[in-house]
C-alpha cells in the first residue's frame, strides 16, 4: 500500500487543474551535473550497473529532490533498456556515449527481434519504479519514461549516437517498409513497458522523442508521431483511482504542436525555441505545457536566471496548465546552485502571480 | 572585363522572376564527398591552405560544376576567415572540426579585435573570387558568402564548435552587451567582407546562420536577425548593373521565415523541417525560397531521390521564387551519384513542370 499523496500539484497541472502556484521538475534532474550523483556513479562502476541496480537507481532518483523544491521525482534509467532487452546489448564507450553491439542491419535483423516481456527481461527497471515509489513515501509522484519508438529506431539502425542519421534515414527513404515494422515493434515494446512501469508504481508517463525534430514534417508525421499515437491508445491511464497523465516531448518539434495534441495526450514538452505563447495558441488549452527555459540559461548569473525564469513564466501568462521545466536535459557542466535559483525563482514569482 | 552570363537561372529566380526551370544547386558542392576534391586537398596539405590558395579554392569551386548540371557557382572557403584575420587564429585538429588559438574571453577581448580591410588581411579570399569569375567564363553565377555574426561569436567564444553553447549563451544571459559589441563588430566586419567579394566579382551572396535555431526567438530576433539586418542594410546590391541578391538562411529557423523576410534580403534559405507551402504561406512571395530537401535522402535509392525531390517540387507548387536545394550541406558520404540523380531530377520534373 503505497502513501498518500503530499504534493500532487505535478499531477493538478497536468490535468490543467487550478494550482497555488507552477509545479517544477528538470529533465535529467538526477545526473551528471550533481557530485553526490557522481559519486554513486563512480561506485557502480558503470553506467548500466546503476540503471539495474534498484537501490542505486532508487538513491540517484532521489538526489535531486533533497537539494531543490522539486514537484515531481522521474525514474533514473536511460532511453535504451528497451533494445538493450532485444538483444542489442548496449555499452557506453568512454567518451562516445551509448552504442550497440547488434545494431540493425536488415529486414531480418528486424523480423528476429524478441517481443518482451517488461516484468522479466526489464525487471530491473519495474523494481526501481516500486522502490522509488516506497521511498518517496507520497513525497511527490513518480513520472516513469521512455523513449519514442522512432528516437529508439535511430539508436538501433546507426548503433549508437549519429550526426546525420544517414543509416536509419537511407533506410526511411529506400526501405520505409522495414523501418515500419521496427517502429511498430518499438511501439509495442514501449506500450507494455510504461504500463508495467504504471503497474510499478508511476504516477505519470513521458515518452522523450528526442530526434523526431530532424524530420520532415510528412515523415515525422509518418515515422515518429503515428507511433506515439498508437502508445497513447494503447496507455493505462488510470491508477490508484487516479488519472496517469502523459507527456510526448519532441525536441524541436514546436512545429507540430497542434497535431502532437491530437494524439489525446494530457501534456507537450516544449524546448526553447517556441515562446509559450505560440505554443499555447497552437494547443488552445487542449493540453498541459511542459518548459521551456533554455538549459544554458543556468550557465548565466544568479540575476540573469532569476530574470529568465519570470520570463518563461510572464509567456505562459494566466490560467491552468503550466509546469515549469527546462526545455531541455540540465548540461552536465551547471553549477547545482545555479539550479536552485531557478527553482526557487518559479516558486517565488509564480506563488506570487497566482495570489 | 567579365565575360557575359550565359545561364541566369538563379539570378531570376531569387528576383521571382518567370524561369524555364527550377535552377538547383548544393550547400558544400564543393567539397569531402567528391574524390577530386579529396585529391587538392591532400595536395594543399592542410585545409586552410586549400582555402587561402587562390589556385586551389578555384580549382575545387569548379569541380562539381563539371559532373553536375548546377545552375551556380559558390566560393570555396570557411566562414571562420573573418574571425582569423581578426587574430584569433584559426586551426583544425584532426576529426575535430575549427578551432581558435585565442578566443575571447573578456569584454577586454572584444574592445581590441581589430577593424579590417578585407582587401588587405582577408586579399586571399577576393583574389580567390577574381580567379573563379574569371574561370567561370559566364557559365553560372558565382555566390559569394559569410557566416552571420551570431555564428561567428559563437565559434569566438566558445573557441571552436560547441553542443550546448554554455560560455556565449553565459555571455548572451549575463553580460549581453559585451555579445552585441562584439556582434556589431562582427556585423561591421562581414558587410565589408561580402561587399569585397561582390566588388572582386560575385553576383550573389549569401549568409549562413548556422546556429541561429539554438536561439529562443526573441534571443533570435535580438542577438542574431538584428545583425544580419544591419549587414543587408549595408551591402551593394547592385553589379554589373545587374541586382546581387542576398539569401539569409538560419539552420532550424523555420519559425522565423516572415521577421527574416522583413530585412529586406531577396531570399531565405529553408532546412527540411518546414513545408515549402508553409514557408511559402509564411513569406508571401516577398522573397524567393531555396531548398529544402533533406540531405540523408541522399543516403536513399536513386529511386526514392527522385520521389523525394518531386516531392520538393510539389510542395513549392506553382509560380516563381524557387531554387533547389539541400536543407543543409551535403554530407561527406555521400554517393557523388546520387547528388546526379537528385540533379537531374530537378531537370526533368521541373521542365515539365513549367512546360
Redesign the interface.
Known sequence: MNAELKNDLYLRALSCEDVERTPVWVMRQAGRYLPEYLKVRKQAGDFMTLCSTPELACEVTLQPLERFKLDAAILFSDILTIPDAMGLELYFAAGEGPKFKKPIKSRADVTALPSLDPNDSLRYVMDAVSLIRKELNGRVPLIGFSGSPWTLATYMVEGGGSK????V??M???DPSTLHELLNKNAIAVTNYLNAQVAAGAQSLMIFDTWG???????YKQFSLQYMQQIVDGLVRNADGRKVPVVLFTK?G??WLSDMTDTGCDGLGVD????LR?AKAATQGRVALQGNL????L???PE??RT?VK?VLDSFGEGPGHVFNLGHGI?Q?VNPDHLAVMVDAVHEFSAVAKS
Open positions: 546525420d542519421f544517414s543509416k534515414k537511407g526511411l527513404f529506400s525534430g530532424v524530420l520532415s514534417p510528412e515523415n524541436n514546436g512545429r526553447w525555441t517556441i515562446d505560440d533554455d538549459p544554458s540559461a550557465y548565466g548569473s540573469s536566471i529568465e520570463k548540461h557542466f
